[in-house]
């Protein structure tokens, strides 16, 4: 298997290739929370987790929602 490294919140972070946002989120155990994503600048529609593959280099944002009051 392949070995892809992608940034995550400015850090490098490596996982086995091939690699979909959706099962990324899976790994970090943040699927189903409310969350954006932005991959290297563009924010990425949770419509398109499942469809949009990562590659080597890639640099993610990941913002969870925090409720409050």
Not at 29 to 46: D, F, K, Q, T
């Amino acid at each position: 298997m392949e070995n892809l490294e992608i940034w995550i919140g400015g850090e490098p972070k490596r996982f086995e290739a091939p690699l979909n946002l959706s099962r990324l989120l899976s790994e970090l155990s943040l699927a189903g929370r409310r969350i954006a994503v932005e991959l290297n600048g563009e924010i990425v529609p949770r419509s398109r987790f499942d469809e949009t593959l990562l590659a080597n280099g890639d640099k993610l944002e990941i913002v969870t929602a925090v409720g409050g009051g």
